[in-house]
């Protein structure tokens, strides 16, 4: 590894491109995956806040996913592709601590949002008839201001540790953004008390809405056998298996990476899994649940319908 050793106060980021045709490489993958991610949620939000027939909690919630991968995967990659282009691996303490309250209040936002999503499937397929009461649009605002308020919290707290402690010579983060846990391995004072916290919080924000997802879909297993229909059958089992396969690519590698003693950590693997919930989850989110969703489908045939009779009857007018 090179060696940054610097006395002014901002931070090196090492990134996750050599300075080689593999570096290239992976540049211009991570740029087609943002792409592709940025294209994906926002043709997901304008598609939710148009078509009416998807005017219902669950797509709600689901644009509000959306909005939170779009957020998530800007607040990292934009950054990540200039230092390469650039040559500058540089980024401010303030930008560092900005980066990281963003990431932070995303991260676990959405783990709170995916348990409410989880939630809104548990009462549709257990307790159809008091759907309309217990995921009310009121209820429904609560759930995602909820999430909001609670992912800001605890990322302040965080922000405000990681700004505050005191760091030694050598300022180069041997990651690609500013994560927390990767920037305490600089840290010139003894941090394991902070880094229980951090337990904590991945416990609070990922381990428990973790749960409660995995017992709201056991309970849907068990309803789902009671159901006689069998196309209510496959749209409850397709519901679910979507959402647990979002669940799945965005919580077990998020988890692994920030339970784990420091002891047990490597940059690179950590690195790696990274790599999961912040760049290739945004993407996957809106590709699962298009691919594997009937109404979206159904809402994104109307919409391309609409256009082109738009278009059509635009080139009749004089």
């Known amino acids: 590894m090179e060696n940054y050793n610097q006395t002014s106060t901002d931070f090196i980021l090492l990134g996750l491109f050599p300075s080689s045709r593999i570096g290239l490489f992976r540049f211009i993958l991570i740029v087609l995956i943002f792409l592709m991610a940025m294209f994906g949620n926002l043709s997901m939000i304008l598609l939710i806040l148009l078509d009416t027939h998807l005017h219902t909690p669950m797509y709600f919630l689901l644009s509000q996913l959306s909005l939170m991968d779009l957020n998530c995967i800007s607040t990292i990659v934009p950054k990540m592709a200039s230092n390469f282009l ?5 980024i401010s303490f303030i930008g560092c601590g900005v980066q990281s309250f963003f990431f932070l209040t ?3 936002a959405e783990g709170l949002l995916l348990a409410s999503m989880a939630y809104d499937r548990y ?18 605002v609560l759930m995602i201001t909820g999430s909001w308020i609670l992912g800001s919290i605890n990322s302040c707290a965080h922000t405000i540790y990681t700004l505050h402690i005191p760091y030694c010579r050598s300022r180069a983060i041997n990651h690609f953004f500013c994560d927390v846990p990767a920037m305490l391995t600089l840290a010139c004072v003894d941090t394991w008390v902070y880094e229980y916290t951090v337990f904590v919080s991945t416990t609070l924000f990922l381990v428990l ?29 397709s519901t679910c ?12 590698p998020f988890a692994y990476t920030y339970l784990r003693p420091r002891s047990l950590r490597s940059p690179t693997e950590d690195k790696v899994l990274a790599v999961f919930y912040t760049i290739l989850t ?8 298009s691919l594997r969703n009937k109404e979206v489908l159904g809402a994104l045939r109307r919409m391309i319908r609409r256009m082109f009779s738009v278009k059509m009857l635009t080139n009749y007018l004089p």
Do not use: D, Q, W
């Open 86 to 90: 650039f040559g500058n691996k540089s």
């Open 123 to 140: 009462i549709a397929i257990c307790f159809p008839l008091h759907y309309p009461i217990h995921m009310s649009k009121r209820v429904c």
């Open 282 to 289: 945004p993407m996957l989110n809106p590709i699962i649940y």
């Open 241 to 252: 298996s979507t959402h647990l396969t979002v669940v799945t690519f965005y919580i077990a």
């Open 106 to 108: 995303l991260a676990g």
């Open 209 to 237: 809405p973790f749960l409660g997802i995995a017992y709201s879909y056991g309970r849907v297993l068990l309803a789902v056998y009671r159901i006689h229909s069998t196309e209510g059958r496959k749209k409850a089992y």
